[in-house]
């Protein structure tokens, strides 16, 4: 086995490193991507109404994440170096009724609380939920995943997260009275 020594310099350390020559850019790029899809983190919701306050049959929701910013690694081996990068592309909503809300990155938060109508990524359930069985809903939140390196560039597929909430839905029924 043969290896070159290189005089690291970084601010979180500094030394020589030993790197075995046979290490490639592949090496380094497949070390990215492994560490990107592992600093992908848990979806995080911003629904309008919130799962603690549940729903209403014919009030609109808008179904969002917070804000989920991109998230990239950089590997270094030797003369070689990957940077991968993960960023979020869809969502996709299981209601928990059997219907399905796919929606373009994280969704969108609603702007004004007065408004019933359901939001460009959003869902009106038409039905309560049973006594006491409140609907599983879930979000899976897609990120694709790309990388950069000293040999080139390309996709790496894409990586899923999902979360699971319970999520009761009620229904209010009102009588008008006229003057």
């Known amino acids: 086995r043969e290896e070159i020594v290189f005089d690291r310099v970084c601010p979180d350390g500094s030394g020589f490193t030993w790197v075995d020559v046979t290490v490639t850019v592949q090496d ?48 270094e081996a030797g003369p ?33 609380s007065d408004t019933v109508e359901q939001g460009p990524c959003g869902y009106t359930y038409r039905q309560s939920s049973p006594d006491d069985d409140p609907y599983t809903m879930s979000v899976t939140a897609t990120w694709e995943v790309a990388y950069v390196s000293s040999g080139g560039s390309g996709s790496a597929g894409t990586i899923d997260r999902t979360l699971t909430v319970d999520y009761d839905v009620d229904e209010i029924q009102t009588v008008g009275i006229s003057n």
Request: charged share 20%; proline share 9%.
């Open 28 to 75: 380094a790029i497949d070390d990215a991507i492994d560490r990107a899809r592992r600093a992908v983190p848990q979806p995080s919701l911003d629904l309008s109404p919130a799962p603690e306050a549940g729903g209403i049959v014919n009030l609109g929701m808008w179904l969002a994440l917070e804000r989920q910013e991109p998230v990239t690694v950089r590997a």
């Open 80 to 112: 070689h170096w990957a940077e991968a990068s993960v960023t979020l592309a869809s969502t996709t909503w299981d209601m928990g009724n059997g219907d399905v809300v796919d929606c373009d990155g994280p969704g969108t938060p609603i702007v004004d």
